[in-house]
């Protein structure tokens, strides 16, 4: 049994965080700042959101304002069945409840920041806390970090979607990761006035700049496949497309495979268990060393972090994510990919298409092996084509997905008076 936390952001040891630095940019003061209550997710597990949410929770020490966290995603209980995970979640909100009443009852008038969950129980969670947060005169900020709300509230019964529609309503305003992402709202006007948008950005200091990357001739051609290996992020997608490039082309491959195997109920086609995707992906390793020996090599990490996460992604010629996840919202390791200067693959979807631009940055393709295969092949036979497209990544992500740029615009939401919607912050 792990006890949740609630982090007060004025204690001097943050272990939650000690493994994001921020540089030491000049930090905007403003006249009011008020109390704050930042309610989200902090690793582990580490994933997109809670990276995203460690980076605020750092920003708001640095900054030093006024401010508790309460983080919702430690259990109290520990659940390797996925049938059980959503009751056991139920009573992880129902233990997390009393923290949160406690705090906004300790400094009413202040601002309370919440990150939505797209689980119909996170949903449950979400109205209790805007709800009660109204009635202590707070301020409500909510920031959606996925790309499927819209389909969380239509599996809702009526007068629960009716009641999340009302809490929402009250929010100043929404946080969308991207215009792409509006449609999520379309069909509730009075939550789509309510939106704005922040783009994600880099949760670690960016490397030191090296450069776009060169393909040279004789020289292994490098991929990375940086996610967790559930059926919808196109992890076997990607074995399938190294395997037609072993047989189109003499090149030496090097694929780097770093995630943990993950299960999304009702979501798997392919495999029957986790068990049967390990051994599959086993097999499939195995095959592709007998057919072409050391010329192919895969390489799996189980978890990357720190050093190790950005080696990989400096050495990476390609970042490919052939993803459907049902939850993608932007991203986050695409974002990582360009400021590496990774050549970025992956499909329309979603906001993926804000980091992989067409002859900017990488390719837009559907999550088909045999066309990932031939639009990685067009690349990596016209070198000076993918050195450009590299040198691109690296300009798009200074120019609109630091960390800086990032934090800048949530200060401003959240502790600044403008508060227009339809707008696109920085």
Same mark, same amino acid.
């Given at each position: 049994?792990?006890?949740?936390?609630?982090?007060?952001?004025?204690?001097?040891?943050?272990?939650?965080?000690?493994?994001?630095?921020?540089?030491?940019?000049?930090?905007?003061?403003?006249?009011?700042?008020?109390?704050?209550?930042?309610?989200?997710?902090?690793?582990?597990?580490?994933?997109?959101?809670?990276?995203?949410?460690?980076?605020?929770?750092?920003?708001?020490?640095?900054?030093?304002?006024?401010?508790?966290?309460?983080?919702?995603?430690?259990?109290?209980?520990? =659940?390797?069945?996925?049938? @059980?995970?959503?009751?056991?979640?139920?009573?992880?909100?129902?233990?997390?409840?009393?923290?949160?009443? @406690?705090?906004?009852?300790?400094?009413?008038?202040?601002?309370?920041?919440?990150?939505?969950?797209?689980?119909?129980?996170?949903?449950?969670?979400?109205?209790?806390?805007?709800?009660?947060?109204?009635?202590?005169?707070?301020?409500?900020?909510?920031?959606?970090?996925?790309?499927?709300?819209?389909?969380?509230?239509?599996?809702?019964?009526?007068?629960?979607?009716?009641?999340?529609?009302?809490?929402?309503?009250?929010?100043?305003?929404?946080?969308?990761?991207?215009?792409?992402?509006?449609?999520?709202?379309?069909?509730?006007?009075?939550?789509?006035?309510?939106?704005?948008?922040?783009?994600?950005?880099?949760?670690?200091?960016?490397?030191?700049?090296?450069?776009?990357?060169?393909?040279?001739?004789?020289?292994?051609?490098?991929?990375?496949?940086?996610?967790?290996?559930?059926?919808?992020?196109?992890?076997?997608?990607?074995?399938?497309?190294?395997?037609?490039?072993?047989?189109?082309?003499?090149?030496?491959?090097?694929?780097?495979?770093?995630?943990?195997?993950?299960?999304?109920?009702?979501?798997?086609?392919?495999?029957?268990?986790?068990?049967?995707?390990?051994?599959?992906?086993?097999?499939?390793?195995?095959?592709?060393?007998?057919?072409?020996?050391?010329?192919?090599?895969?390489?799996?990490?189980?978890?990357?972090?720190?050093?190790?996460?950005?080696?990989?992604?400096?050495?990476?010629?390609?970042?490919?994510?052939?993803?459907?996840?049902?939850?993608?919202?932007?991203?986050?390791?695409?974002?990582?990919?360009?400021?590496?200067? =990774?050549?970025?693959?992956?499909?329309?979807?979603?906001?993926?298409?804000?980091?992989?631009?067409?002859?900017?940055?990488? =390719?837009?393709?559907?999550?088909?092996?045999?066309?990932? @295969?031939?639009?990685?092949?067009?690349?990596?036979?016209?070198?000076?084509?993918?050195?450009?497209?590299?040198?691109?990544?690296?300009?798009?992500?200074?120019?609109?997905?630091?960390?800086?740029?990032?934090?800048? @615009?949530?200060?401003?939401?959240?502790?600044?008076?403008?508060?227009?919607?339809?707008?696109?912050?920085?």
């Amino acid at each position: 049994m792990t006890a949740n936390r609630m982090v007060h952001l004025h204690w001097t040891h943050m272990e939650e965080t000690k493994n994001v630095k921020l540089d030491q940019h000049h930090a905007p003061t403003f006249d009011r700042p008020g109390h704050f209550i930042l309610v989200g997710p902090l690793p582990p597990p580490v994933n997109g959101h809670t990276l995203a949410f460690q980076l605020l929770v750092r920003e708001w020490t640095r900054r030093q304002l006024p401010a508790q966290v309460i983080d919702y995603s430690r259990t109290f209980f520990d =659940c390797s069945s996925s049938l @059980a995970r959503p009751v056991i979640r139920v009573i992880d909100y129902f233990f997390l409840f009393p923290s949160f009443l @406690a705090a906004i009852r300790n400094a009413p008038g202040g601002t309370l920041y919440l990150t939505l969950n797209q689980a119909p129980s996170g949903v449950i969670r979400d109205i209790l806390f805007i709800e009660l947060a109204r009635r202590y005169k707070y301020r409500v900020i909510a920031h959606l970090h996925g790309g499927c709300y819209d389909q969380v509230l239509a599996s809702l019964p009526r007068w629960v979607r009716t009641r999340a529609i009302r809490a929402l309503s009250h929010c100043e305003p929404i946080i969308l990761l991207s215009n792409r992402l509006r449609t999520m709202l379309r069909t509730f006007p009075t939550l789509t006035e309510r939106a704005v948008v922040v783009p994600n950005g880099l949760p670690f200091d960016p490397p030191p700049d090296r450069g776009p990357k060169t393909l040279s001739q004789g020289q292994p051609v490098k991929f990375l496949y940086l996610s967790h290996f559930t059926e919808s992020k196109g992890w076997w997608e990607v074995l399938e497309t190294i395997e037609i490039l072993a047989r189109s082309r003499p090149w030496s491959l090097h694929l780097t495979m770093c995630g943990k195997f993950f299960r999304t109920p009702g979501e798997e086609r392919r495999f029957a268990s986790l068990e049967e995707a390990r051994q599959a992906f086993q097999d499939f390793r195995q095959r592709l060393s007998q057919q072409f020996g050391d010329r192919v090599q895969v390489t799996w990490h189980p978890m990357v972090q720190g050093q190790t996460k950005e080696q990989v992604l400096r050495e990476a010629h390609f970042l490919l994510l052939p993803t459907r996840y049902p939850n993608e919202g932007q991203p986050l390791v695409l974002i990582e990919g360009l400021a590496f200067g =990774c050549v970025l693959l992956g499909p329309d979807y979603r906001a993926l298409g804000d980091m992989i631009r067409p002859g900017e940055s990488g =390719c837009l393709v559907p999550p088909d092996p045999a066309a990932m @295969a031939a639009s990685l092949i067009s690349l990596i036979d016209r070198p000076e084509e993918y050195h450009r497209l590299s040198r691109g990544a690296l300009s798009l992500f200074h120019r609109e997905f630091s960390a800086r740029r990032h934090l800048d @615009a949530m200060v401003q939401i959240l502790v600044g008076e403008d508060r227009t919607s339809d707008r696109t912050f920085p």
